[in-house]
């Protein structure tokens, strides 16, 4: 491996870093997002029933508590400006769902640069070594037989190959986590409508969807 490594050239070393970034990245977010669903379920099972126009204490006291999950942090900052009225309340839910998809949503550029980026390094590494080959068979007058000439073209597309090695996994995982948090923020946006049924109107819109 660390021969095919050196064969490709200086451009394979930002390469490889671009794969273990990329890797930190999804992990991380898998992680991040996964425990974000599951805070979120805790939370609406904790404060289910709780919330209620005039005795909203012990809803606030929930929410304090529940920091791990987005949907509280939402919750909360609709709980503490209800007595400003609707449009306030409805806009300081809509703020702090913005806040929380942007957290969900952080490093994913970087991510996607990656998968953008990675290829066009690989694409470079082939060019340089391309130019390195016939600068060799230039040296060596055109004397050279089909294998010297075979031997550098593949060296030259391994960071081609590397580059798209790293992108395409980063391309899909990039789209997948995407999706993740659409649905998570989906829910929570659900669940903020029904906050605000609640508070406005004093009806209970129901349990999860």
Not at 110 to 118: D, S, V
Not at 130 to 148: C, K, P
Request: glycine share 12%; hydrophobic share 50%; with cysteine.
């Amino acid at each position: 491996m660390l021969d095919v490594i050196s064969k490709g050239g200086v451009l394979m070393l930002p390469i490889i870093l671009c794969s273990i970034v990329a890797l930190a990245i999804i992990i991380e977010r898998l992680v991040l997002i996964a425990r974000a669903r599951r805070e979120n379920d805790r939370f609406l099972e904790a404060i289910r029933g709780r919330v209620r126009p005039g005795k909203l204490e012990e809803a606030l006291a929930i929410c304090r508590v529940s920091t791990a999950a987005p949907l509280a942090t939402v919750f909360l900052e609709g709980l503490r400006h209800i007595e400003l009225g609707e449009q306030r309340t409805r806009e300081a839910i809509v703020e702090a769902g913005e806040r929380e998809t942007l957290r969900l949503e952080n490093h994913l550029g970087g991510l996607q640069t990656i998968a953008g980026g990675a290829p066009l390094l690989g694409f470079l590494g082939t060019v340089l070594g391309m130019i390195a080959a016939f600068q060799r068979i230039e040296q060596l007058g055109g004397n050279v037989d089909a294998s010297v000439l075979a031997g550098g073209i593949w060296q030259a597309l391994l960071t081609t190959a590397a580059g798209l090695t790293v992108a395409v996994p980063a391309y899909f995982a990039h789209n997948y986590i995407v999706s993740r948090v659409h649905a998570e923020v989906l829910r929570m946006e659900d669940h903020s409508s029904g906050l605000m049924l609640l508070l406005t109107t004093g009806r209970d819109p129901g349990g999860e969807r």
